[in-house]
């Protein structure tokens, strides 16, 4: 138990978002929205003028943030940057691969679905002997 992650419990812990402006729109108006006094958000909209600079760095901005538990990301931006999100490994935050208005979800790309499926297959296959 000690080297279990902990979710931070002063408050709460927030959700991350990175899509698209009417995704983002919704969650917003869900109240997942937070502005720290570094005037620091916990969402990044992503247009076409967003450069996958900014995407990989706010992804690794939210997902080193102690107060985040999890991030949301829309799969074909999450299809963007697919080496950082397959290569983060961490329980806390836990990443989560959403669909978008435009984009709908392919669940042959999302990272978490394979991770679950190979585990699944490795199981099945250690139970014969």
């Known amino acids: 138990m000690a080297?279990?992650?902990?979710?931070?419990?002063?408050?709460?812990a927030l959700i991350a978002v990175i899509a698209d402006e009417d995704t983002i729109t919704g969650f917003l108006l869900a109240g997942v929205g937070n502005v720290d006094i570094r005037r620091k958000?916990?969402?990044?909209?992503v247009?076409?003028?967003?450069?996958?600079?900014?995407?990989?760095?706010a992804f690794k901005e939210f997902t080193a943030r102690e107060?985040?538990?999890?991030?949301?990301?829309?799969?074909y931006?999450?299809?963007?940057?697919?080496?950082?999100?397959d290569s983060y490994n961490k329980p806390i935050p836990a990443i989560l691969e959403i669909p978008s208005?435009?984009?709908p979800y392919d669940?042959?790309?999302?990272?978490?679905?394979?991770?679950?499926?190979?585990?699944f297959s490795a199981e099945s296959s250690s139970s014969r002997f």
């Open 3 to 12: 080297n279990k992650p902990q979710i931070p419990n002063k408050n709460s």
């Open 41 to 45: 958000t916990n969402y990044l909209i």
């Open 47 to 57: 247009d076409s003028k967003t450069t996958v600079k900014q995407i990989e760095e």
């Open 67 to 75: 107060d985040i538990a999890i991030v949301l990301i829309s799969q």
């Open 77 to 85: 931006i999450a299809n963007m940057i697919r080496f950082l999100v």
């Open 101 to 103: 208005k435009d984009h």
């Open 107 to 119: 669940p042959a790309h999302d990272s978490v679905l394979s991770r679950v499926k190979y585990l």
